[in-house]
């Protein structure tokens, strides 16, 4: 049973950064693309980072210099680091792997 767990969410001020981080299990992680997407109210679901199974990373312009994916296949663990956060990057954030989804960690950008 393929199972995405992800943490790291809260409120942070404009600026501020988190890391977010998404714990697989279930499948081969090591051979899969792992994403992260984000929803925010009344939007819809966007692409923000991937990487791949070697490596590669793909970013939304949006994000681009300011977030980074990483993944650590010894821990079946994927990692979004978001600095400079802005307002416009309040969302559910969610982790992405083997077609299946997680439940979402919120994130709120706010003074």
């Known amino acids: 049973q393929v199972r995405l767990v992800e943490s790291g969410g809260g409120l942070v001020q404009p600026g501020g950064s988190l890391k977010l981080s998404c714990a697989a299990s279930?499948?081969?992680?090591?051979?899969?693309?792992m994403s992260w997407y984000r929803q925010a109210p009344g939007k819809e679901r966007e692409l923000v980072a991937s990487?791949?199974?070697?490596?590669?990373?793909n970013y939304a312009d949006s994000v681009k210099g300011r977030f980074t994916i990483s993944r650590d296949n010894a821990k079946n663990t994927v990692y979004l680091q978001m600095n400079s956060l802005k307002p416009e990057d309040t969302a559910v954030y969610y982790c992405?792997?083997?077609?299946?989804w997680g439940q979402g960690t919120q994130v709120t950008v706010s003074s």
């Open positions: 992405s792997g083997r077609r299946n």
């Open positions: 990487v791949g199974s070697g490596g590669d990373t």
């Open positions: 279930g499948f081969t992680f090591s051979a899969y693309v």
